[in-house]
C-alpha cells in the first residue's frame, strides 16, 4: 500500500511519483574534503543575503552541492518540500562552515527534529540523504517525524520496495488473512524493518532483527505487524518458524521487585477475583504497579492498601496531576515511543489512572479484603479540572459512508 500522496502508485495529484532509489548510487569520483572551499563559502553567503539567485547558486557550489545533485536527481523533481530541504542542507553547510561530507550525527538529527513547517513537509528527503551518505541510523526516537514507507521507497526504489511488499502480502493472502487486516499497519512496520536492517531482500529479515523492532520503543501496532510479517516470511520460508508475539513471556512479565510484596499481592488477587473485561483488568492492574512504584520511591512505609488513609488518597491523586509519560513505569510493562516520553499525559490518561485506582478500592472494601478508612467514592474522584477538560472524541468516518448518512437524512420524511 504505498503511503505517499494517494492510492495510485504510478502518479499522485501533483506530480509523477517515481523514485528509481539511490542505493546504487557510486561516489567515488567525487572529492569527500568535509573542509567548505572558501569559494563556495562566499557564494553560499552572497546567496543567503540573497545576492544572488537561487537558481544560480549549484553552479557557484561544485564540491557542496555534487553529492546532494547526484542523489537528488533521484527523486521527484518540482516537489517543493524536497526542493527547500536541500536548501536547507546549503544553509547548514554554510553556518557549520563544512561540506555535506562533515555532518555528523547531530547535524542530521537537528534536520530531522527541526518543526518548522518549511522543513518538516521535507523530512522524508533528508533522512534518505542522512541515511545513505552520513549513514545515520533508523531510530524510533525520529521514526514518527515522516512517512517510512516512503523513506524506503526514495532509498531503495519504488519498484523494488513494493515488489518485495507484494511477495510478502501475497503469503499472507494464501495464508487466509484479508485485504483489510494485511493493509492496515502492515505496510508501515516492513518499512521500519527495512529502514532498520537497511535491506528489502526478505532473507535480511530475520527472527532476531523482528524481535529487535518490536521491541524497540516503536508504537505496539509495530510490534503486533511484526507477528505478522514472520507469518509471512515463514510461509516464503525465509525464515524457519512465525513468531507468537502476542503470548510470547517477554510481553506478560513485569519486574516488581522495587514494590512491596504486599501490594503486589493485593494486586494481582485483585486482578485474578475482578469480573469485569480482562482488557480493563490488565489496564487496571498496570496502573496499579505504578501507584505501586510511587509508594515504594515516596512513601516506603505504605506497603499494603490497608494501609491507606485520607491523606494518602489525597496525595494519590495530586501525583497523577503531574505525572508525564514514562513516570512511575515498570520494567517490563510495555514500550513507549521515547519521543514521547517526559510530555504530560492526557487528560483521558489521568482520568484513566483515577478511575482504575478508585475501583481497585472500592472492590477490595467491598469484598473486606481491608478495613475501610476512606471513602474511595469521594476521596478518589475525578477532580472537576480533570472532568471540564475531557471533551467529545468523535471517531473518523470514511467519506462514502458519511456521503450516504448524509443522502438518508436528506431523504428522510415525516
Not at 522524508?124 to 524506503?152: D, H, M
Request: a positive charge; aromatic letters at 12%; one cysteine or more.
Amino acid at each position: 500500500m504505498p503511503c505517499f500522496f494517494n492510492e495510485n502508485r504510478s502518479q499522485s495529484p501533483r506530480l509523477k511519483w517515481d523514485a528509481p532509489g539511490i542505493v546504487d548510487l557510486d561516489f567515488s569520483d567525487i572529492d569527500r574534503d568535509p573542509r567548505l572551499p572558501s569559494l563556495e563559502r562566499e557564494a553560499l553567503s552572497a546567496w543567503m543575503s540573497k545576492k544572488v539567485q537561487r537558481k544560480n547558486i549549484t553552479a557557484n557550489i561544485p564540491k557542496t552541492y555534487a553529492p546532494l545533485g547526484r542523489i537528488w536527481g533521484r527523486f521527484p523533481q518540482g516537489y517543493q518540500p524536497a526542493e527547500r530541504s536541500w536548501k536547507e542542507i546549503l544553509f547548514h553547510a554554510y553556518r557549520r562552515d563544512r561540506t555535506i561530507w562533515g555532518f555528523d550525527h547531530e547535524d542530521w538529527s537537528a534536520f530531522l527534529r527541526d518543526d518548522r513547517r518549511r522543513v518538516a513537509h521535507g523530512r522524508q528527503f533528508l533522512f534518505a540523504t542522512a541515511y545513505f551518505i552520513g549513514g545515520y541510523k533508523y531510530t524510533p526516537e525520529i521514526s514518527n517525524s515522516f512517512r517510512s514507507c516512503v523513506a524506503a521507497e526514495l532509498i531503495f526504489g519504488r519498484a523494488a520496495y513494493w515488489s518485495m511488499s507484494d511477495r510478502l502480502e501475497d503469503g499472507l493472502e494464501e495464508l487466509g488473512y484479508k485485504k483489510s487486516e494485511r493493509r492496515r499497519h502492515f505496510s508501515n512496520a516492513l518499512a521500519k524493518l527495512v529502514l532498520e536492517t537497511r535491506s528489502i531482500d526478505p532473507s535480511d529479515f530475520t527472527e532476531e532483527a523482528l524481535w529487535k523492532l518490536s521491541e524497540r520503543g516503536h508504537a505496539q501496532t509495530v510490534g503486533r505487524q511484526c507477528g505478522k510479517i514472520s507469518h509471512a516470511l515463514a510461509y516464503k520460508g525465509y525464515i524457519p518458524n512465525s513468531l507468537r508475539m502476542r503470548v510470547y513471556e517477554k510481553y506478560q512479565t513485569r519486574d516488581t521487585g522495587e514494590i512491596a510484596p504486599e501490594w503486589v499481592a493485593m494486586a494481582t488477587r485483585w486482578r485474578r477475583t475482578s469480573t469485569i473485561g480482562k482488557p480493563t483488568r490488565v489496564s487496571t492492574y498496570g496502573t496499579l504497579l505504578k501507584i505501586g512504584l510511587w509508594l515504594a520511591r515516596t512513601h516506603p512505609k505504605v506497603r499494603s492498601p490497608a494501609d491507606w488513609d485520607v491523606t494518602t488518597a489525597a496525595e494519590a491523586i495530586a501525583i497523577i496531576l503531574e505525572m508525564c509519560v514514562g513516570d512511575y513505569a515498570v520494567p517490563g510493562s510495555g514500550r513507549v515511543p521515547p519521543h514521547r516520553l517526559g510530555k504530560p499525559l492526557m487528560v483521558n490518561s489521568r482520568s484513566a489512572i483515577i478511575s482504575h485506582l478508585r475501583r481497585f478500592f472500592h472492590d477490595i472494601q467491598i469484598w473486606g479484603w481491608v478495613e475501610p478508612r476512606f471513602n474511595p467514592r469521594f476521596h478518589l474522584s475525578t477532580p472537576r479540572k480533570i472532568l471540564n477538560q475531557r471533551g467529545p472524541n468523535p471517531r473518523v468516518i470514511d467519506e462514502p459512508i458519511w456521503l450516504k448518512l448524509v443522502w438518508a437524512a436528506t431523504a428522510l420524511q415525516p
